[in-house]
């Protein structure tokens, strides 16, 4: 039996106005699988996780983006949202005066309504996070505050992957949720994000450091540079990466 | 990104939902305005001789009146000649006794307006004085009031069965040498609420006034006078709507709350006059006297509005703390979208010692509005110990719109103390593509971060009112961001 496409990307070419950043980007992504996506500052990565969530101001050119069997580019991106597409920023946005909890509350709601699911109250609701409270060891007055408003850089990421473990995503992009990490916050946001790893769902991991992935063992690494994929591998890649440097990789 | 800022502008307006006009026959005074047409008006309402003189003095006084520049708000000259300043639906047959006989037509109006005035149906815990043009239609609950010994009534009716009541406190707080409008009003007015809340007595439901302007080419200059007698307390709530015309209707009322010692007076409105459409055809101007007297000790009143209507809204809902230990209050959130102009703000007059003053004030802009925030606290002499304390945020959604702060600021002894703090933010495209990615969509992520913006005013308004005027800020910023 062959395993479910979740994600496929297809000779993908995007940019900003008279700029092309994605250059022929390919990449497929099945059921149960975690791909981390590594490669030099600016060669793309978070205008393909912009591009997959469905901000507004990258034209795409060229190639085709499926999830589950649809295509993606159609899609607005709460409509992708509520339909499993989730990513974690790599620079979690600040709404002062928006309730944490009300906010959230808000988002699942929405998800389940889109899968014909009652909306929680916000007793089912405070029933339901708790646990996942537990899981990320998050503050409980961060939930009592703005959405991200005067958060630490840890903390805002840490909120990020809380956001994953509430809405329970099929697909989740997660844009350097590592950076600006302690050594345990990484320990506990990575637990969390294997304790998420569902047969049915999967993971892009977007990284600079193969540290992250001693915690979150992806099954393919792959390596971009200049608007697409140079080299893809298992989790050794990674490891060479580290030790060579993208030099010797973008050469052999 | 040039899409995300387009996005951001492509501001389109919702339908104004209470545009329609109500099919009754009115009769109105010919447009024109000299002293025929007020001692016009003060005869359709049989007035005493001294409320017909007070009337004439006020106008000769706003005749000697320049109308004020310095406000911030842009419009064409008035010509008060062209306004007709009577109108009321024609009377059918005998005046009713009680509102189960009023024409229909016009309690089918309030029914569409969300406001059923019949005894069945009527709104649980608030009782309504409906204003229909130029006249009270009818006053709900009154007689359960009545058993309290609180009056709540039409003006005009005040001024009859209440005369001392209303020539003791007429023009006591904004006498009609007060300001251009002011005066206008108190030679034109034509009808409001009267409300006393005799000693002691906590009033047991909202009192509220509802106006509806429906008539073409007319204004309308009511006047409201509300007294809390010692240890009394009252909330009072106001609402307001008009069809959608395109002319310009003038609306100038006067508001006076008077509060004797250890009394208390929450007033507050929710404005949704038609607010021209987004070419800035049409709509109300709103320009309204609204003045609060804290006379006696400990005494308090707060001002809370919700402005999301008119095309112009001008106005300084204020307190003078003249008894000791009194406190003021103003709670504002004010909506321009389209072509819409506010300049309002409030004014604390600290006399008395040991006054406080509160003002919080949150102005949104979107379209190509214009919102300003002016405000004044003066603290006298005599106000030993007194504090202020401010804040004044702005929140502008899309690029075209403009916020404008004037604060000024009297402190006239050194025991007391003020405290200002403003901000200015925006609605970042980044905050909408957040609460997008999360499944949220960008009407409801802009109503979700302007409610978040407005919370602490809307959590001064009656429950039921807040919720109102979350879904109001809601539809009037409705298109303005994606
Ligand atoms: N809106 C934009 N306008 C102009 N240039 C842009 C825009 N968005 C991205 N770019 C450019 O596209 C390139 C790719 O940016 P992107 O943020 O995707 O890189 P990245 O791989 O995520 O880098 P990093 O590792 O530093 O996070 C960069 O050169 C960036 O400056
Ligand atoms: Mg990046």
Request: some cysteine; hydrophobic content about 35%; aromatic content about 8%.
């Amino acid at each position: 039996m062959s395993k479910q496409p979740i994600l496929e990307i297809e000779n993908l070419h995007a940019g900003v106005e008279n700029k092309q950043i994605l250059k022929g980007f390919n990449l497929t992504i099945n059921a149960g699988e975690v791909h981390a996506l590594m490669g030099l500052n600016g060669s793309g990565k978070s205008t393909l996780a912009a591009i997959l969530a469905g901000r507004d101001g990258y034209d795409v050119t060229e190639g085709t983006v499926k999830y589950l069997g649809k295509d993606l580019l159609e899609l607005d991106p709460e409509e992708r949202a509520r339909e499993g597409v989730f990513l974690a920023f790599q620079y979690p946005v600040e709404i002062p005066g928006v309730n944490s909890t009300y906010f959230l509350k808000a988002a699942l709601n929405e998800i389940r309504k889109s899968k014909g699911q009652p909306e929680l109250d916000a007793i089912e609701f405070l029933e339901l996070v708790k646990d996942k409270i537990k899981l990320l060891e998050l503050k409980d007055d961060l939930l009592k505050r703005s959405v991200n408003e005067g958060f630490s850089g840890g903390e805002k990421k840490r909120n990020e992957i809380f956001q994953m473990a509430v809405l329970e995503p099929r697909l989740a992009i997660l844009d350097e949720t590592d950076s600006g990490l302690d050594i345990d916050a990484l320990k506990i946001v990575s637990t969390g994000v294997n304790k998420l790893k569902r047969p049915d769902s999967a993971q892009l991991v977007i990284t600079h450091y193969q540290r992250l992935l001693n915690y979150i063992v992806p099954d393919f690494v792959h390596v971009m540079a200049d608007g697409r994929i140079v080299k893809s591998g298992g989790k050794d890649l990674a490891l060479e990466l580290e030790a060579n440097g993208y030099e010797a990789i973008l050469k052999s | 990104m040039s899409t995300a800022t387009d996005t951001i502008e492509s501001l389109v307006k919702q339908e104004y939902k209470y545009g329609f006009v109500t099919d009754v026959e009115s009769e109105s005074t010919p447009p024109g305005l000299n002293e025929d047409t007020i001692r016009h008006i003060s005869t359709k309402k049989n007035e005493p001789v001294w409320l017909t003189d007070w009337r004439i003095k006020a106008f000769r006084y706003w005749q000697t009146m320049k109308e004020p520049t310095w406000q911030f708000v842009k419009y064409p000259k008035i010509d008060f000649q062209d306004i007709s300043y009577f109108s009321q639906p024609k009377p059918k047959g005998d005046a009713p006794k009680s509102l189960d006989e009023v024409d229909p037509k016009l309690l089918e109006t309030y029914e569409k307006l969300g406001i059923p005035l019949r005894e069945r149906g009527r709104l649980a815990g608030v009782a309504v004085d409906a204003i229909f043009d130029s006249v009270s239609v009818g006053t709900t609950y009154r007689e359960d009031l009545a058993k309290k010994g609180i009056i709540f009534c039409s003006f005009s009716e005040a001024v009859h069965n209440h005369p001392d009541l209303v020539k003791k406190y007429l023009g006591s707080v904004v006498p009609y040498t007060d300001n251009y409008y002011a005066a206008l009003n108190s030679a034109v007015f034509t009808d409001g609420s009267f409300c006393y809340i005799p000693k002691g007595v906590r009033c047991p439901m909202e009192l509220s006034t509802y106006f509806r302007i429906n008539a073409a080419k007319s204004g309308q200059f009511e006047r409201t006078l509300i007294v809390a007698d010692e240890s009394a307390s009252v909330s009072y709530l106001e609402g307001c709507t008009a069809p959608m015309r395109d002319e310009n209707q003038l609306h100038a009322a006067v508001v006076e709350l008077v509060a004797l010692d250890q009394a208390e007076i929450k007033y507050s409105t929710v404005q949704n006059w038609y607010p021209g459409d987004e070419n800035g055809v049409g709509g109300i101007y709103n320009f309204v006297t609204k003045r609060g007297l804290c006379k006696g000790k400990n005494s308090r009143i707060t001002w809370t509005q919700v402005e999301t209507g008119s095309a112009i809204t001008w106005k300084y809902p204020s307190c003078i703390l003249l008894g000791d230990g009194s406190k003021g209050e103003f709670y504002s959130v004010a909506v321009v979208n389209n072509m819409q102009q506010a300049d309002t703000g409030t004014k604390m007059i600290h006399i008395g010692k040991n006054t406080k003053s509160t003002i919080v004030s949150k102005g949104i802009s979107a379209g190509r509005g214009q919102n300003s925030y002016r405000g004044l606290v003066e603290i006298r002499k005599s106000a030993a110990n007194s504090r202020n304390f401010s804040q004044c945020d702005s929140m502008l959604i899309g690029a075209k719109c403009g916020a404008h702060t004037f604060p000024y600021i009297e402190v006239k002894n050194t025991s007391s103390s003020v405290e200002h703090e403003a901000s200015t933010s925006k609605i970042g495209e980044d905050q909408i593509f957040y609460c997008n990615a999360r499944g949220l969509s960008t009407q409801d992520a802009v109503n979700m971060i302007v409610n978040g913006f407005c919370k602490e005013v809307f959590k001064e308004l009656p429950m039921e009112f807040a919720v109102e005027a979350q879904k109001l800020l809601g539809v009037s910023l409705e298109g303005s961001v994606g």
